[in-house]
């Protein structure tokens, strides 16, 4: 009955949208310029919005952005265009996070030129990013206004409805930036992620699909990279693993170097397809690439203990720890293999502990250390540990089956009950295994009289026997 957790690092694009969107995001920005900072803005492929996320403001980009600064007052010297200046200088505000000099170049751009589309556009991403939603829309909306043609500019507005939960409105702007550019991949990209966030897998690969395609066809290999990615993504969620497993092959195709792409699917076979052999070949045959990191080695180790050769797995983790000694998920894999056997589970304790000191609020810790106690018939300490695993995390609800069966085995059948309402309110079919049924049925019956019959057949009776 009780279920051991292995853990295992969270890889670059595992299933999180955030990382895998946001990434496609800002690579199709880059491919498209999204803050053009030298662009004339009045051509129509200039205007493509600007992310103001972190990750895009690195000190390179701000570097760049003050000799593009200094390059515009000399080229001012010489060709004299205050209206391009004004905008150009709203733009590397932006990049600087100078958002109110960025704001007043922009106001200057159009005190210029009541016609330029672009500075309102910009102005109001800016004033957005600044909390101010309704103003930012406004300007948004102007620039429309000033130019209906321009693919970027509902995409931008399509971003905002969306993050200020008006999805309906949010669609219908996407679509149009679709009518106007049947090729642009950013509408595609935008539209996949818009899917996607809303549950929508089926539509979110479909125009995905378009964005790999156009990416095949324009030989971006980058990009192409990047759609894959979240392909594999999407394909997790709706467990098609095969599938993302394909997707991960192109990419070691287009990139045999980059190493994310061989422990992702390395922990797919292991975690979703639960196929430690495949994994276990795989792993072998791509050893030359992998085996510099101590993933490398916890993988193997994870494999090896789902086909119960735990002897094996633990010198992978003794190696692994060896790499990356301040790694808990290492400590506590290792503990669980020491855990099988009778002789190991002090040395697995040690482990736990370790891990503990490193992490003191993962619930794994606790949750198997409790298993442990339970082997060497600590249930009070066994208790605690199962206690603490769900105060950390509220999923684990086998914690109190576990504590059920730990408070039978101390004659505690107050607490057992206790235990057990509990589990059934988060548990919509409780049940426990014929083999657990019968030891449960075993151990009661030793303190089995008139006062706790009755209880005893509450506990009983509270799950439905699985074979």
Not at 399 to 415: G, P, Q, R, V
């Amino acid at each position: 009955m009780k279920k051991i957790f292995f853990v295992i690092f969270a890889l670059l694009f595992i299933p999180s949208i955030c990382v895998c969107s946001d990434n496609l995001d800002e690579q199709l920005e880059l491919k498209r310029g999204k803050i053009f900072l030298f662009s004339n803005p009045q051509s129509p492929t200039s205007l493509t919005g600007m992310d103001l996320s972190v990750n895009t403001l690195n000190m390179s980009a701000i570097v760049q952005a003050n000799a593009g600064i200094r390059e515009m007052e000399m080229s001012l010297i010489i060709n004299p265009d205050p209206i391009i200046y004004a905008y150009s200088l709203g733009n590397i505000y932006v990049v600087l996070r100078e958002f109110d000099k960025a704001l007043a170049s922009y106001d200057k751009a159009i005190s210029l030129d009541k016609n330029l589309y672009a500075a309102y556009f910009n102005k109001g991403y800016v004033l957005y990013y600044l909390g101010k939603t309704e103003e930012a829309l406004e300007y948004i909306n102007k620039a429309i206004l000033l130019n209906p043609n321009i693919d970027g500019m509902y995409i931008g507005k399509a971003d905002i409805l969306d993050n200020i939960g008006l999805p309906e409105e949010a669609f219908e702007n996407y679509q149009k930036a679709a009518e106007i550019s049947t090729d642009n991949i950013r509408v595609y990209a935008r539209l996949s992620n818009f899917y996607y966030r809303h549950g929508e897998n089926e539509k979110a690969l479909e125009a995905l699909n378009a964005v790999t395609e156009l990416a095949k066809k324009n030989n971006d290999k980058n990009l192409l990279a990047e759609s894959l990615k979240f392909k594999v993504s999407i394909a997790r969620k709706t467990k098609k693993f095969n599938v993302a497993l394909d997707n991960l092959k192109e990419i070691i195709f287009l990139y045999p170097s980059v190493l994310n792409s061989y422990f992702l699917y390395a922990e797919i076979l292991i975690n979703d397809m639960r196929k430690p052999k495949d994994a276990l070949k795989f792993l072998n045959k791509n050893k030359a690439v992998m085996d510099k990191y101590a993933l490398f080695y916890q993988m193997n180790g994870l494999a090896l203990s789902d086909l119960k050769k735990c002897k094996k797995a633990i010198k992978y983790y003794d190696k692994a720890i060896s790499m990356d000694p301040n790694n808990p998920n290492l400590y506590i894999n290792r503990g669980i293999c020491r855990g099988e056997s009778r002789a190991e589970r002090e040395l697995a304790l040690q482990d736990f502990n370790k891990a503990q000191q490193l992490a003191p609020e993962n619930p794994l810790v606790y949750f198997n250390r409790g298993n442990i106690y339970q082997d060497l018939n600590n249930y009070e300490q066994a208790i605690s540990d199962a206690e603490k695993a769900v105060s950390l995390d509220a999923s684990l609800t086998v914690s109190y089956l576990n504590m059920t069966e730990y408070a039978i085995f101390e004659n505690k059948l107050d607490d057992a009950l206790f235990y057990v309402s509990q589990y059934k309110t988060k548990t919509e079919n409780p049940a426990i295994s014929k083999s657990d049924y019968k030891k449960w049925i075993k151990e009661l019956k030793k303190h089995k009289n008139n006062r706790s019959a009755e209880k005893i057949q509450k506990i009983i009776s509270a799950f439905k026997i699985t074979s």
